[in-house]
T-cell receptor
Framework: AQKITQTQPGMFVQEKEAVTLDCTYD???????LFWYKQPSSGEMIFLIY??????QNATEGRYSLNFQKARKSANLVISASQLGDSAMYFC??????????????????FGKGTKLSVIP | EAQVTQNPRYLITVTGKKLTVTCSQN?????MSWYRQDPGLGLRQIYY???????DKGDVPEGYKVSRKEKRNFPLILESPSPNQTSLYFC????????????FGPGTRLTVL
C-alpha cells in the first residue's frame, strides 16, 4: 500500500483564490511527521510546512496552512491567495518513528507522487 | 552561506562506467540522505545516514553505494550504472528529524546511455 497518496496529478487555480492540495497517509506508528515541499520548474526543493502527529494545532506558515485530520489520516495543504509564483509541483512526505519529544527516530522519508499546481492569471 | 552542494550537476555516461556523485554540506548536520526523482513517481529515498559511519538503505538502494567517512560528505556511488538509473538525484541534510531544518542540494541530472 502507498504510504503517501496525492490523488490530484494536476490542479488549476485562479490567481488570488485559495486552493487545497490533498494528501492522505498510511501508518500504524503513533509518532510521525508530515511535510510539504514545493518544487518550481527550476528544480530545487523548497520546504513549506511541517506537522507533527502530536502537535495540537494545525501548522501555519504565512499563506500556507496544513489541514491535519488525524482520524482520517489526511494532511491537506491549503494555499491562500494564490500567486503566479505558486505554480509548481507540490510534494507531501512523511517520516515515521519520530519521537515527539526527543526528535529521535529514523531518517527515512517517504514522498507522494506530487501534484502539479498551475495558477491562472 | 549554509548550503548543500552536489557535483556534478549534469552527467551523461555509458552503461557500466563507475561514477560518483559528491554531496557536501557546511552546516555540521548529522543526517544526510540521497533521493532520486522520476516522472510520476515523486522522490524515492536511496540511502540515508544518521551520522558518521552510520548508513542505512532507503526504499530503492539497489545499484547504489554510499559512504559517510566524515560528517560533511556523503557521496553516492554507482559501481556499474545502467539506463534505469537515469534520473534526477537530490542530496539532503538535516540537523533534526523534524521541521524545516532539511536542506536539499540543487540536484544532479544523470543520463546513462
Amino acid at each position: 500500500a502507498q504510504k503517501i497518496t496525492q490523488t490530484q496529478p494536476g490542479m488549476f487555480v485562479q490567481e488570488k483564490e485559495a486552493v487545497t492540495l490533498d494528501c492522505t497517509y498510511d501508518t500504524s506508528d503513533p509518532s510521525y511527521g508530515l511535510f510539504w515541499y514545493k518544487q518550481p520548474s527550476s528544480g530545487e526543493m523548497i520546504f513549506l510546512i511541517y506537522q507533527g502527529s502530536y502537535d495540537q494545532q494545525n501548522a501555519t506558515e504565512g499563506r500556507y496552512s496544513l489541514n491535519f485530520q488525524k482520524a482520517r489520516k489526511s494532511a491537506n495543504l491549503v494555499i491562500s491567495a494564490s500567486q503566479l509564483g505558486d505554480s509548481a509541483m507540490y510534494f507531501c512526505a512523511m517520516r515515521e518513528g519520530l519521537s515527539a519529544y526527543s526528535g529521535a527516530g529514523s531518517y527515512q522519508l517517504t514522498f507522494g507522487k506530487g501534484t502539479k499546481l498551475s495558477v491562472i492569471p | 552561506e549554509a548550503q548543500v552542494t552536489q557535483n556534478p550537476r549534469y552527467l551523461i555516461t555509458v552503461t557500466g562506467k563507475k561514477l560518483t556523485v559528491t554531496c557536501s554540506q557546511n552546516m555540521n548536520h548529522e543526517y544526510m540522505s540521497w533521493y532520486r526523482q522520476d516522472p510520476g513517481l515523486g522522490l524515492r529515498q536511496i540511502y540515508y545516514s544518521m551520522n558518521v559511519e552510520v548508513t542505512d538503505k532507503g526504499d530503492v538502494p539497489e545499484g547504489y553505494k554510499v559512504s559517510r567517512k566524515e560528517k560533511r560528505n556523503f557521496p553516492l556511488i554507482l559501481e556499474s550504472p545502467s539506463p534505469n538509473q537515469t534520473s534526477l538525484y537530490f542530496c539532503a541534510s538535516s540537523n533534526s528529524l523534524r521541521g524545516n531544518e532539511q536542506f536539499f542540494g540543487p540536484g544532479t541530472r544523470l543520463t546513462v546511455l
